[in-house]
């Protein structure tokens, strides 16, 4: 039976979507009439017009929602006496005090809100108020909703006798950990996965929350099991932090960094869908400019250039570059030739090295220090054949001397041989094509012999045809600090951030987590990831060992979020097997909901397997037609398997190049950390765990990326940590919602 409040609920809705049009028009409006005054004027005018431009085109970014719903809920607290509502807000039949909660905030036409903003102060209890605390509501409505139409209405009461059950199902003056609008979250869990990451705005739990709405200053740290929802809230946090703190963020920047571009693709849509459209998102490699990963490491070597001795390798790379001249060398200026000795020379780099400051500046230094000692020289030269009238003028005449000796090819060709300007690749790239260079670096760092040979690259014809890999470019971001930039321009600084959102962090190696922490102005960071799903060269038992790279020196607040709002019980049963296995210390996070759908294992004969997996595929994307359906491979087989796919007729996208944008794509299991898909084929476990750095791990990521359906299709036998365990599953802790036959 429809809800009673429905018509008039919709009508709500309804002028809150002509009052969001007249704000766009209006910003519109006052875009043009600025943009009619063209470009002339005195230049303060034209910088206020230049302002008002930029901030009606934000503002008109900010109100465009799409097709996305305006707005998702109500709250209603209780009116004070004698109040008849500050601003006209609405009241319902017993006086409370409604508050509209959306995307975004709408005004009517005398000022008084119609929508509020989901990131105002005002809107906090819609996410966190329960009958135990309820925060001053006395009803919470949760409104189900398509693009402007509404389809329905949640009502959650909040003023309950003492002992009564809330509708978290705890009385009310008792504990117990429960769901905000379990109606509303439960259409949200089961409605089909698209492409790309939706927003959870309408849906965001208490603990979540308490996430997003944290303080801006210091780093949190989000500790998440799969499904749990760690980067929504993550972005929701950026979100929020925009709006709250929108004067300094916008000027600094706001940073998030993703594993892979697969992933980038796949949460592009989060923010704009809130409303910001000014985050950069970017991978750690990305970090560094102008360079393209070529190339790519086997795990020892990944691992290897990921090692906090780099830094030490690097620092001493740079200070071989600096050496003395083996040999005098002959210097002719004017009428007299002139000497820089080796000694001279060693005296001045010794000298030039204790100074402060990057290579690349101190250059400048060490031309000074030479050209002084060769002016003396000169001097005395100029002396000795009584040119006095020429040695008074040189006493005022130093730098001017510097500058034209300099310029002398032979003592050019010096300097360069004991100080080079140098790029941080071109550092790296003679390095890595020299043994000797990198001997006497890496054994002063602390590396063997074959750690050494593992780093030899032999050299390319052209800078631009280096196979640079993931792993090299927080070295050359290293380098890049020691070595300053090439030129005075200071070009090649990079940017940093005032906020930076890291997520899948456990992945990132104590190189990389350098390169991210000097983004960061402040230190002001939020730190997303599960050690449970650490799948790098080098995997973390603790997230000090992560924070001792990435936020030396800062306190850190680390949070857990425990409830698993994607992959159901009957999944995690088998998931869970594997992670007793892989990460024994991990406590997987409770499931949310029972399907009532089991996973389906299948044993192939040999040479059967493409065309099972075709066969499989096509059932599931028939079984989710509306969803999408993702075949998790291991590397090696995943180009032979879409060639195979190709073949049967199976349409179907490969997420490296095509993202996730078919009904069914095919993705290597090394990207497909924090993507989900309705129906999940994973293929061949026991490749898995053999190709990966960690490999359990990596089959426990695969086997937990479906949020209804999940097939496991082998040839080998399956990895022990799958193999089904004698008597009852043990239970993983489905505790919230049931559909389907467990109802």
């Known amino acids: 039976m429809p809800h009673p409040d429905l018509a008039s609920e919709q009508a709500y809705i309804d002028n809150a979507y002509q009052r969001l ?7 519109r409006r006052r875009l043009e009439a600025v943009l009619d005054q063209g470009r002339g004027g005195t230049h303060q005018a034209r910088e206020e017009r230049d302002v008002i431009v930029r901030t009606s085109l934000q503002r008109l970014d900010q109100l465009e929602i799409g097709r996305h719903s305006l707005c998702f809920g109500r709250i209603d607290r209780a009116a004070p006496e004698h109040s008849d509502g500050p601003g006209g807000r609405p009241h319902d039949s017993d006086g409370a005090e409604s508050f509209y909660i959306g995307r975004l905030a709408v005004s009517g036409p005398e000022h008084e809100p119609l929508v509020v903003d989901w990131r105002a102060p005002i809107a906090e209890p819609f996410y966190r108020a329960t009958a135990r605390h309820p925060m001053g509501l006395v009803r919470r409505r949760h409104f189900s909703t398509e693009g402007r139409r509404l389809l329905g209405i949640e009502d959650e009461l909040l003023t309950l006798p003492s002992g009564a059950p809330d509708s978290e199902g705890v009385p009310a003056d008792g504990d117990g950990e429960g769901r905000v609008g379990p109606g509303a979250l439960l259409a949200a869990l089961e409605r089909s996965r698209s492409g790309h990451m939706r927003d959870i705005v309408a849906t965001v739990q208490r603990e979540q929350d308490e996430i997003i709405r944290a303080p801006l200053p210091g780093v949190v740290v989000v500790q998440g099991g799969p499904g749990t929802g760690k980067t929504a809230v993550a972005l929701h946090r950026a979100a929020y932090l925009l709006y709250t703190h929108r004067f300094p963020l916008e000027r600094q920047g706001l940073l998030v960094v993703g594993p892979n571009r697969v992933f980038l693709r796949y949460i592009e849509q989060v923010l704009p869908s809130l409303g910001e459209n000014g985050v950069a998102l970017s991978t750690a490699e990305s970090l560094v400019p102008g360079l393209q990963t070529l190339g790519s490491d086997d795990p020892g070597t990944a691992a290897l250039k990921g090692d906090i001795r780099m830094t030490s390798f690097i620092s001493r790379a740079v200070r071989d570059r600096q050496r003395p001249l083996a040999r005098d060398v002959e210097v002719p200026f004017g009428a007299a ?7 001279d020379s060693a005296e001045v780099v010794a000298s030039v090295r204790r100074r402060p400051g990057t290579h ?27 040119a006095a009238d020429r040695v008074a003028s040189l006493e005022i005449e130093d730098d001017e001397f510097v500058a034209e000796v300099r310029r002398v090819p032979a003592l050019a060709e010096a300097i360069d041989r004991m100080w080079p300007r140098l790029r941080p690749e071109e550092l790296l790239h003679d390095l890595y094509g020299a043994p000797p260079l990198l001997r006497l670096a890496g054994r002063r760092a602390g590396l063997d012999d074959a750690e050494l040979d593992a780093l030899y690259r032999p050299r390319s014809a052209a800078l631009d045809e280096i196979p640079w890999s993931v792993a090299d470019m927080p070295l050359i ?53 599960d050690l449970a799903q650490a799948t790098g060269p080098v995997a ?17 607040r680390t949070v857990e979020l425990s409830v698993n709002y994607r992959t159901p019980d009957e999944v995690m049963q088998v998931s869970s097997h594997v992670l007793r296995v892989a990460a024994p210390w ?8 029972v399907t009532g759908e089991a996973p389906a294992v299948v044993a192939v004969e040999p040479g059967a397997l493409v065309a ?27 180009p032979a398997l879409a060639e195979g796919l190709t073949a049967t007729g199976l349409t179907f996208g490969e997420a490296r190049r095509d993202g996730l944008d078919f009904p069914v794509t095919v993705v290597p299991v090394e990207v497909v950390k924090g993507l989900e898909f309705d129906s999940v084929v994973v293929v061949e476990p026991a490749s898995i765990v053999d190709e990966e750095a960690q490999g359990l791990r990596a089959l426990y990521v695969a086997l937990t990326r479906a949020t209804r359906r999940l097939t496991v299709v082998h040839e080998r036998p399956l990895p022990s940590a799958m193999a089904p365990r004698s008597g009852p599953p043990e239970p993983v802790g489905a505790d919230v919602i049931g559909s389907g036959p467990f109802d």
């Open 360 to 386: 690349n500046s101190r250059r400048r230094q060490l031309e000074t220090l030479v050209g002084r000692r060769l002016l003396a020289q000169y001097r005395a030269s100029l002396a000795r054949v009584g």
């Open 612 to 638: 099972e997996v075709a066969a499989r595929a096509r059932q599931e994307a028939a079984l989710v037609p509306d969803g999408t359906v993702g075949v998790v491979a291991p590397g090696s087989l995943a």
């Open 540 to 556: 973390p038992t603790a997230w000090g060992e992560v924070l001792v790279h990435l936020a030396p020196g800062r306190s850190a």
């Open 337 to 343: 030739v002139l000497r820089l000795t080796a000694q």
């Open 477 to 529: 971001d290293e380098a890049r600090v020691l070595l300053g930039p090439p030129t005075s321009r200071g070009d090649d600084e990079p940017r940093s951030y005032g906020h930076i959102v890291v997520d899948e962090a456990q992945d990132l190696s104590p190189m990389q987590l350098r390169m991210v922490s000097r983004r960061s102005l402040s230190g002001s960071m939020t730190v997303v990831g």
């Open 21 to 27: 049009a007249a704000m766009r028009d209006a910003a």
């Open 586 to 593: 991990v406590r997987p996070p409770r499931s949310a909901r």
